[in-house]
């Protein structure tokens, strides 16, 4: 069970580079790492998901050191809209072989003008 | 819009009483989830279901129930509601069953919820 340690919450002004680091010591050697945003009162979104190295969208960066114990989230520029709580997210095993994402509290990223 | 269709968006009921939330997963998607989110426990996985089959469960209460219809689309069934039942109900679909082999690949595109409100 790999679990996953982020900060609770995060402050950052606009057109700054936002970094959030997540811990996940226990992470299986199949297990992929993936990060989610969540706006208030609706679903969590996809942001980017990595196995290793580093991983770039048109959103974010993802950096996975080589021991994978550890991940960081990288938002470039953030503006107020980047305001949301961040989840990552480790492979976890449940009952019967399925893997289940598992949310925990997740980052709280307010960006301020 | 996620793909992924949620009715209904907000609803309010009485303790005691029954409630249905309907889901329609993302096209080509076979998974289901159903995740609970209220202000003191953040996201909790409820259950998952693949291709109209049960596929694993979380801590779902047994007064909640769920199913997966032949069209692909899942209803979660709340009964004999309490007041600490009210929360944001989210459904969850993904390509992917889940299973071991896919472990930790497995991306979900959520819909947009349903308050529930019980008084």
């Known amino acids: 069970l790999a679990k996953t340690t982020q900060p609770i919450s995060m402050d950052s002004y606009e057109g700054q580079e936002v970094n959030i680091t997540c811990s996940h010591n226990?992470?299986?050697?199949?297990?992929?790492i993936t990060w989610y945003q969540q706006f208030p009162s609706q679903g969590p979104r996809f942001i980017i998901q990595?196995?290793?190295t580093k991983v770039t969208n048109e959103v974010a960066s993802l950096f996975i050191p080589a021991d994978r114990k550890s991940s960081t989230l990288s938002l470039p520029r953030v503006s107020l809209s980047d305001t949301a709580v961040y989840y990552c997210l480790v492979g976890d095993m449940r009952s019967g072989g399925s893997y289940i994402p598992t949310f925990g509290r997740g980052t709280s990223l307010i960006v301020h003008p | 819009d996620s793909g992924v269709t949620q009715t209904p968006k907000h609803l309010i009921t009485a303790t005691g009483q029954r409630v249905t939330l309907r889901c329609s997963p993302r096209s080509g998607d076979l998974s289901v989830y159903w995740y609970q989110q209220s202000l003191d426990q953040g996201l909790q996985f409820l259950i998952q279901y693949y291709n109209g089959e049960e596929r694993a469960k979380g801590n779902i209460l047994e007064r909640f129930s769920a199913q997966q219809f032949p069209d692909l689309h899942s209803e979660l069934n709340l009964s004999s509601l309490e007041l600490g039942d009210s929360a944001l109900y989210f459904c969850a679909s993904s390509a992917q069953t889940g299973a071991t082999s896919n472990s930790g690949a497995n991306v979900l595109t959520f819909g947009a919820g349903s308050r529930l409100t019980v008084l």
């Open positions: 226990n992470i299986a050697t199949n297990d992929y």
């Open positions: 990595g196995y290793k």
